[in-house]
């Protein structure tokens, strides 16, 4: 079956530099979660998309913005790189009444 | 604050024996708990889920506890495998809110 597919597997950028993480949900789920788990911590809400709409926020910092296109895929755009966003980035996705979410394996993000 | 509280923060336990992770929940609002497992490097892995209106839920080796007055609720594995050794996250999610928050994680070790 088809799973959560996040890109890059693994991403390495210098301070004050920006990244793109890029996740594609499981056919016909129509909503999108962005998590950040930092080490030995628990995966950490940053922000959701239903239907291409922003649908809830967490702890998302100002440098981060992102959105769901029209196939539904979903990006994470982070700026102005700190050592501190130095993560795992996971993407889950859910379909209709569906409450179960999936998550992808994961974009690990290093920023020296 | 940590809106869902899970214990311990980690376990060993032997081969055969019965793992039993604990958490504790908040706000009442909250109607859907779900338990995951997650191997290193790894996007967390759902297992089994409750919603309130039962107190117990059995898939396998498996099974989950549901104390709705004491918002409480537990993951026991039977027969613990050394294979099953990983990092449980227990979550909590209201339905239509849909983001997941999740506890602390616990560090299970099955001995051989």
């Known amino acids: 079956a088809a799973g959560v597919i996040q890109s890059p597997r693994h991403l390495i950028k210098e301070k004050r530099e920006t990244a793109t993480l890029k996740c594609y949900p499981i056919p016909r789920h129509d909503t999108v979660y962005w998590y950040q788990q930092g080490p030995g911590q628990d995966p950490q809400f940053l922000i959701s998309?239903?239907?291409?709409?922003?649908?809830d926020k967490g702890s998302i910092p100002d440098r981060f913005s992102a959105q769901q296109f029209s196939d539904y895929h979903s990006e994470l755009n982070m700026s102005s790189l700190e050592l501190g966003d130095s993560a795992l980035y996971f993407c889950?996705?859910?379909?209709?009444?569906?409450?179960?979410?999936?998550f992808g394996q994961g974009t690990r993000l290093t920023v020296v | 604050q940590q809106q869902v509280k899970q214990s311990p923060q980690s376990l060993i336990v032997q081969k055969g024996g019965i793992s039993i992770i604990n958490c504790a929940y908040e706000?009442?609002?909250?109607?859907?708990f779900p338990w995951y497992q997650q191997f290193p490097g790894k996007g967390p892995a759902l297992l089994i889920a409750i919603r309130p209106d039962v107190s117990e839920k059995k898939e396998g080796r498996f099974t989950i506890s549901f104390n709705k007055s004491a918002k409480q609720f537990s993951l026991h594995i039977m027969d613990s495998q050394p294979g099953d050794s990983a990092t449980y996250f227990c979550?909590?999610?209201?339905?239509?809110?849909?983001?997941?928050?999740f506890g602390q994680g616990t560090r299970l070790t099955i001995n051989p």
């Open positions: 979550a909590a999610s209201i339905t239509g809110a849909q983001k997941l928050v």
């Open positions: 998309f239903y239907e291409k709409m922003q649908s």
């Open positions: 889950a996705s859910s379909g209709g009444d569906n409450t179960e979410a999936f």
């Open positions: 706000n009442t609002a909250f109607d859907y």
